[in-house]
């Protein structure tokens, strides 16, 4: 199981109500050394996760008992960020853009190939798990990183702008840090897809794109109260033809 060797195991919540399309999952999560709890509706993923913790939760949409799409707003709106994987037939931009919005990590549609199921899968993970040793003096945790009218509170994933909480994704805010920890460093898209996404794949340019301009856009609205001028001056600015950078007020 060459895949699993750098890999620390992980518990997987499943809840996928095909069976045909579970056990084909749950074969492949195996392969890479993890371990699955497989449940099929909403209502039983809300007792399973409550009974014990894992460390990804793969959910498919359209379930019999509703969307589990609403499994990751609950968990989001409770705080708990446990990774969150979707697998859906639903793969228009639109309903992508509804589960990023959701606070989920990925969204794969169906069909997919298993060596994409399994990078997916393998990101996420590698992602969580202390969030890269590869470069620890760009993302070195602290307690609270204060920016004048903005502060990030990596601890309790928490981002403030004037005393209003802004609330983030999962996504959002690992952005958010990684560029924070580097005031003023302008970051490739290719290496935000390395250091945020933990990928290499360059299709996924419109993901880092929509994903900075989602959080500008979060970030202007709690700024209600400053001047025109104010305003114009965004924590995160475009260099052109070079990428993005965290840029702090003056």
């Known amino acids: 199981?060459?895949?699993?060797?750098?890999?620390?195991?992980?518990?997987?919540?499943?809840?996928?109500?095909?069976?045909?399309l579970a056990e084909l999952i749950q074969m492949h999560i195996k392969f890479q050394g993890h371990q699955t709890v497989r449940v099929t509706s909403c209502r039983?993923?809300?007792?399973?996760y409550q009974d014990e913790p894992f460390d990804l939760l793969v959910l498919?949409?359209?379930?019999?008992?509703?969307?589990?799409?609403?499994?990751?707003?609950?968990?989001?709106?409770?705080?708990?960020?446990?990774?969150?994987?979707?697998?859906?037939?639903?793969?228009?931009?639109?309903?992508?853009v509804e589960g990023l919005?959701?606070?989920v990590d990925d969204y794969i549609a169906k069909p997919f190939s298993v060596l994409e199921f399994q990078?997916?899968?393998?990101?996420?993970?590698?992602?969580?798990?202390?969030?890269?040793?590869?470069?620890?003096?760009?993302?070195?945790?602290?307690?609270?990183?204060?920016?004048g009218c903005l502060t990030i509170t990596p601890e309790l994933h928490q981002v403030s702008l004037n005393h209003e909480d802004v609330p983030l994704t999962a996504t959002e805010?690992?952005?958010?840090?990684?560029?924070?920890?580097?005031?003023?460093?302008?970051?490739?898209?290719?290496?935000l897809l390395e250091h945020v996404?933990?990928?290499?794949?360059?299709?996924?340019?419109?993901?880092?794109?929509?994903?900075?301009?989602r959080l500008r856009t979060k970030l202007s609205e709690?700024?209600?109260?400053?001047?025109?001028?104010?305003?114009d001056t965004q924590f995160i600015q475009t260099v052109w033809g070079v990428g993005y950078k965290f840029q702090p007020r003056v």
């Open 173 to 191: 805010f690992t952005l958010l840090q990684f560029l924070a920890n580097r005031p003023g460093r302008v970051f490739s898209k290719d290496e």
């Open 119 to 147: 990078a997916r899968v393998r990101n996420i993970l590698r992602r969580n798990q202390s969030n890269s040793t590869d470069i620890p003096e760009l993302i070195e945790p602290k307690s609270t990183m204060d920016f």
């Open 101 to 103: 919005e959701a606070g």
């Open 222 to 231: 709690s700024e209600k109260e400053l001047s025109e001028s104010e305003k």
């Open 197 to 213: 996404w933990n990928t290499n794949h360059t299709g996924y340019y419109h993901t880092v794109c929509s994903t900075i301009n």
């Open 60 to 96: 498919d949409r359209g379930l019999p008992d509703g969307d589990g799409l609403d499994i990751c707003h609950q968990l989001r709106q409770n705080n708990d960020w446990v990774p969150v994987l979707v697998l859906t037939a639903r793969g228009s931009e639109l309903e992508k």
């Open 44 to 48: 039983q993923a809300h007792i399973t």
């Open 1 to 20: 199981m060459e895949n699993n060797l750098n890999a620390q195991s992980a518990k997987i919540l499943l809840v996928e109500d095909d069976n045909d």
